[in-house]
């Protein structure tokens, strides 16, 4: 079965940096195109960024552009999500989706989810 896996979460000071990391398993990888939402206590989850099949694309959610890059290695099933310069508001729990259309910002695009790693940043 598919299985997606967040790790890298914790607690980190504003203004410092941190490293997810989405391991993929039973879906063709490279056949999918990746993304990272949030979601904080009380609200709906929201699109962070995406990258396409191949990586060549991304996409991010404005108040994350230039903080934030999100890369992928099709050779270890793998999607990262490096954060910089971290603020907190980018509290939260971060998931990893995976979705058939080649990148996408709709929540209700994607297929399969995992199971979220919490980020906090404190001040």
């Known amino acids: 079965q598919v299985q997606l896996v967040e790790s890298g979460g914790g607690v980190v000071q504003a203004g410092g940096s941190l490293k997810l990391s989405c391991t993929a398993s039973g879906l063709p990888f490279k056949d999918y195109g990746m993304g990272w939402f949030r979601q904080a206590p009380g609200k709906q989850r929201q699109f962070v960024a995406a990258?396409?099949?191949?990586?060549?694309?991304?996409k991010y959610q404005d108040s994350v552009k230039g903080r934030f890059t999100i890369e992928r290695d099709n050779d270890a099933n793998m999607v990262y999500l490096l954060m910089s310069s971290v603020k907190i508001d980018d509290t939260a729990t971060y998931y990893c989706?995976?979705?058939?259309?080649?990148?996408?910002?709709?929540?209700?695009?994607?297929?399969?989810w995992g199971q979220g790693t919490q980020v906090t940043v404190s001040s």
């Open positions: 990258i396409s099949r191949s990586g060549f694309f991304t």
């Open positions: 989706g995976a979705t058939t259309t080649n990148w996408s910002a709709l929540l209700d695009s994607y297929d399969f």
